[in-house]
């Protein structure tokens, strides 16, 4: 690896503005650093002419002593993002060339601020999968192998390009987007730091829509603080997304003063589920050991409704999912295909552009929302969803934060259980409850598997403050030192 | 709640997915299973509970009743697969 891609963001930031490196020669490592890592597939749309354009116009504003606090960053975008001008297509064969005509706000804020567009990454389709293989564009590959073992492994998803290109090196930082996991899980399965705002903090305007009560932005990234810096800039106020809540951003990182004296840790025991590895307890109980040498408190805390909120997910998920990719119809934009009347052609072109697992999403989305079944589903999951809420609400009335483990186990073969829906969806088992509650988390690397691989654990705050969130993690970070590296990454 | 190959071609069709007899074989197993590990649901009591309407507590902003956007057709149908004069082109609907 070079030592320009080995830059952190907050370290990369810092020599660029004292002059020891420029924009231009950041961006073109990352370039090279892409092209040696092309094998992992995890970018699918490069920029690299617009990169260096815009790590120019960086250089520029830098040697004037002005940029915003991403300048001459040189980033991926999940290709979740609208991008003017660049094609976007969330992984989908269904939208074809589509090439906005306009920025998404997470992503303009970002070009704001000075950030540089390497390209577009890789993702399972529509964000629905938890390994990055149904994508349009193929599967990922993850950085990491298990030890003496050079199985291809799944990067997580469905974040999963945002994931690998950050530990592979070939980025510094990307966009990513969690409805039931989908940037923590990655950043478990790749030893990088994936965080999920609250909901509402992030505007989802102009991002590609998977299930709207549920879909957040946020950054992975390889340290917290850079974690904190990035969310600092995609994080905003939006008139254009009702959801968005109009609460000042601070500076996330100002938080970090490595101070955690006092903090009340809820361990939730409903987390404890019946057949835990012994490695993810073991990973757990040294988080626990480590929060409270750095004179944290930890307390036992509730959940009750925790197993269920899977289930919950899995009705409203694709519920919402089954009404927002309704517009993929072959009439405005993407593929077409053409049938005999206009009812066949909207039949035709859904069936050859949404890939197996869309499909079987968009149609249990459609069964639980359809006449008569309504009450039954829907309904019942999203009063199940008040239930899980409630549940938080009562722990918070006694802890800051909660500790768990990100996912229950390590990576896993690409190909391995692609073939299983149901134990797909288990990868989200610790994750998905923070979505229905609509609360922050952070997954951060840990530990590393008896088979060499990366272990995540993930603390969850109280909403809108995800203050507190990165104080302890950059606590935690600290205490667990981790410094191992994956097999596949640039030179 | 077990769905039959006649409810997954009826939902097919509601959502618009042309699918073949060997999909509805598959997707009738694949769908069952779903809705039985949802079926779990049922074992929670939600009497009296409300359904949640938005994670987080916020009241729902208003706007201006102003139009303050549009007037760019040619972006519209941009990404059009066809279109003419700023409209979009679809087989012919009326007979």
Partial sequence: ?491 | MAIDQATVRKVANLARIKVSDEQVANLEGELNLILKFVDQLSEVNTDGVAPLTSAVEMTQPLRADVINDGGYADQIVKNAPASDDGFFLVPKVIE
């Fill in chain 1, 1 to 491: 690896m070079s030592d320009l891609t080995n830059l952190t963001l907050s370290d990369a930031r810092e020599k660029l503005r004292n002059k020891d490196i420029t924009a231009v020669e950041l961006a073109e490592a990352h370039i090279d650093a892409m092209q040696q890592t092309a094998g992992l597939n995890a970018f699918i749309f490069n920029t690299e002419e617009k990169a260096i354009e815009m790590a120019k116009a960086s250089d520029a504003k830098l040697a004037k002593g002005e940029g915003g606090i991403l300048e001459g960053i040189p980033v991926g975008v999940k290709d979740l993002f609208c991008t003017k001008d660049v094609r976007t297509t969330a992984s989908s064969k269904i939208l074809g060339d589509f090439t906005p005509t306009y920025e998404s706000t997470v992503t303009a804020n970002m070009w704001a601020d000075g950030a540089v567009l390497l390209g577009k990454l890789n993702c399972d389709e529509f964000a629905m999968g938890s390994s990055n293989e149904t994508s349009f564009y193929g599967p990922v590959v993850n950085p990491w192998q298990r030890q003496g073992d050079d199985t291809q492994l799944v990067p997580g998803g469905s974040s999963g390009g945002s994931a690998a290109a950050v530990a592979a090196r070939a980025c510094v930082a990307a966009t990513a987007t969690d409805t039931g996991g989908s940037i923590r899980q990655p950043a478990a399965f790749t030893g990088t730091v994936g965080m999920k705002p609250t909901y509402g903090r992030c505007s989802r305007w102009g991002t590609v829509a998977f299930a709207s009560s549920l879909d957040q932005a946020g950054p992975i990234t390889r340290t917290v603080r850079d974690a904190a810096i990035m969310l600092e800039s995609m994080a905003s106020y939006d008139v254009k997304d009702s959801t968005s809540v109009n609460v000042a951003v601070p500076a996330y990182e100002k938080a970090l003063t490595g101070d955690i004296k006092g903090l009340k840790i809820g361990i939730p025991k409903e987390f404890k589920v019946d057949g835990m590895p012994e490695e993810i307890q073991a990973l757990w109980q040294q988080g626990i050991e480590w929060l409270k040498a750095a004179g944290a408190e930890i307390h036992d805390v509730s959940l009750p409704h925790t197993k269920y909120a899977l289930p919950a997910y899995y009705i409203v998920a694709p519920a919402e999912a089954s009404s927002n990719l309704a517009r993929y119809d072959g009439v405005r934009y993407g593929l077409r295909v053409a049938g005999d009347n206009i009812d066949e052609q909207y039949a035709n072109s859904r069936a050859e552009g949404f890939g197996d697992e869309v499909q079987r999403r968009i149609l249990i989305g459609t069964y639980v929302l359809s006449a008569g079944y309504y009450d039954a589903y829907y309904k019942k999951a999203q009063r199940v969803r008040t239930l899980i809420k409630q549940d938080f609400d009562q722990a918070y009335a006694k802890v800051d934060l909660m500790l768990t483990p990100t996912t229950p186990t390590a990576a896993f073969g690409i190909g391995e259980n692609i073939g299983d829906p149901l134990t797909m969806y288990l990868n989200d088992i610790f994750t998905v409850s923070v979505n229905m509650a609509g609360l922050p988390g952070i997954s951060i690397p840990a530990g590393i598997s008896a088979n060499g691989l990366p272990l995540g654990l993930q603390l969850i705050g109280k909403p809108f403050d995800e203050e507190t969130l990165f104080r302890a993690a950059d606590v935690m970070e600290q205490a667990a030192d981790f410094t191992a590296l994956p097999q596949l990454m640039a030179k």
